[in-house]
């Protein structure tokens, strides 16, 4: 029996600044595919109807994602205060029949692990992982969900909240309370079940779960959509003397020039112009109507919608926004010399990305001038440009 979806999409997100200054944490693409789209394709087959909760930029994800996506009924619910996961879905109640399930709409959930959460009557999906300071971890007796704990600061690893529930309404018999950080939490829906004597089972990812919780989050979900690529899928032209070692997706109207190089799986949108004589290194995704001129080198990158990496420029482990123009020779350094981790600000925090390659971090409508060199994790806030010859040693925002 297909059932409803709450997908919580409502959120400013400025931890994944400065992507989100111009777009919403759900409408930044992975394989040049939105988010929520990766969402809604995860809930083909389980739901019936998706309501999306929205409020930051939602026109933007109301035109694009429309009143049906496939199969699903899709209706919206303005969450016009930030006041947590659980009053978003407060204000949900009325929309809702009997069962649901709950996502956030900013992380990637595999198919085949949402409809093993679903066979319960109550269910939360867990996640392993070394590291929790991040996330809410769940203490768990065979395979029964018992508490949860908000953001430990013990550096013991343990199972994480993915933020992936399957609920009823039962849980708005109770009254919520405002948390510490003044929000309502969805998880204290969860303890008043525990408190109700519900079993609320713990299903573990087998499959995948990617959280986009920083800007470089998007490569390490863009490397593994991209390198999971099983074939090749072809609707642009390739001229004479292109050499392809993977797999790669070209778009409509999409042409290859002689000379390119391509190694390792890589996305080309519609409408692109790729080489000649430029090098494609996986895990790439380059959206539509890009141009990627002479001798220009990417490697495990994103390139956002209609921008252009000219000729002699090299891009690595970056992301790039959308109509983004580097000037030519423009280079993003993505490895220190004393080989550590790079480390980005985030809201005014020196934060370890857990990452020794990371290139920059571009935002939408940027600019470079000729022979630009930006360092290592360095982050250039939308409409920015810079003067020939720069070099970009702390972020431009």
């Avoid at 809604?40 to 409020?55: M, T």
């Avoid at 692990?113 to 590291?131: F, M, N, P, S, T």
């Avoid at 849980?171 to 004597?197: A, H, M, N, P, Q």
């Avoid at 996305?267 to 790729?274: E, L, S, T, V």
Wanted: aromatic fraction near 8%; include cysteine; hydrophobic fraction near 35%.
């Amino acid at each position: 029996m297909k059932m409803q979806a709450v997908l919580l999409a409502a959120g400013i997100s400025t931890r994944t600044y400065p992507l989100t200054i111009t777009k919403p944490k759900p409408l930044l693409k992975i394989a040049n595919k939105t988010i929520i789209e990766h969402n809604l394709d995860s809930l083909v087959g389980i739901a019936k109807e998706a309501i999306i909760v929205v409020n930051y930029m939602k026109e933007d994800i109301i035109d694009f994602i429309g009143e049906q996506y496939k199969n699903i009924t899709i209706k919206y619910i303005d969450q016009e205060e930030s006041k947590g996961t659980g009053h978003a879905l407060m204000i949900c109640e009325h929309l809702l029949k009997d069962r649901f399930m709950v996502l956030n709409s900013d992380d990637f959930f595999a198919h085949k692990d949402i409809k093993r959460c679903i066979r319960h009557k109550y269910a939360v999906l867990g996640k392993e992982l070394d590291e929790t300071e991040s996330f809410g971890v769940f203490s768990v007796e065979e395979n029964v969900l018992k508490d949860i704990e908000e953001k430990p600061k013990s550096e013991i690893g343990g199972l994480v909240n993915t933020g992936l529930y399957v609920l009823d309404k039962k849980i708005f018999d109770t009254v919520l309370k405002k948390s510490k950080r003044g929000e309502y939490e969805i998880t204290d829906y969860l303890k008043y079940l525990i408190r109700c004597k519900e079993d609320i089972f713990c299903e573990k990812v087998e499959h995948y779960w990617h959280p986009i919780v920083y800007p470089w989050s998007l490569l390490d979900a863009n490397s593994f959509f991209v390198g999971s690529m099983k074939k090749s899928f072809i609707k642009g032209k390739i001229e004479k003397n292109v050499t392809i070692k993977g797999k790669i997706m070209l778009g409509v109207g999409s042409s290859i020039l002689s000379g390119v190089c391509i190694e390792g799986n890589v996305i080309i949108g519609k409408g692109c112009k790729i080489g000649p004589n430029c090098y494609l290194r996986g895990d790439t995704t380059i959206g539509d109507n890009c141009h990627i001129g002479q001798a220009v080198e990417i490697k495990n990158s994103i390139i956002g919608d209609n921008s252009n990496i000219p000729h002699l420029s090299y891009v690595g482990d970056s992301v790039i926004g959308d109509n983004v123009n580097f000037g030519a020779g423009t280079s993003t350094a993505n490895l220190r010399h004393d080989n550590s981790n790079i480390h980005c600000f985030v809201k005014g925090d020196k934060t370890d990305t857990n990452r020794r390659k990371l290139g920059a971090i571009v935002a939408d409508d940027v600019h470079t001038g000729i022979n630009t060199s930006i360092y290592p994790g360095r982050m250039i806030w939308p409409g920015k440009t810079t003067l020939p010859g720069e070099t970009v040693s702390k972020d431009i925002n």
